[in-house]
């Protein structure tokens, strides 16, 4: 059996990059930890954190635990 808690971890480490990943591409909203102006909308952040979201669901796919056979 694999760990669990990798697998829940995975889940958690995908939905917040998507979360960040939406929040990065709405323009009009202050987006911390950005060289150009902050209200602008940053494609570059928003295409990283989907990505780290993709990883982030393959690796639940990866280390989600399996049914126990009888």
């Not at 990065?24 to 570059?44: F, K, N, R, V, W």
């Not at 990505?51 to 126990?68: D, E, N, Q």
Request: no cysteine.
């Amino acid at each position: 059996m694999k760990n669990p808690v990798l697998f829940y971890g995975a889940i958690v480490v995908a939905v917040v990059a998507l979360a960040l990943a939406i929040y990065y591409i709405i323009p009009g909203i202050y987006h911390p930890l950005t060289t150009t102006p902050p209200l602008a909308s940053h494609p570059t952040h928003a295409v990283a954190f989907f990505i780290l979201a993709i990883i982030g669901v393959v690796a639940a796919l990866v280390t989600r635990p399996k049914s126990a056979r009888k």
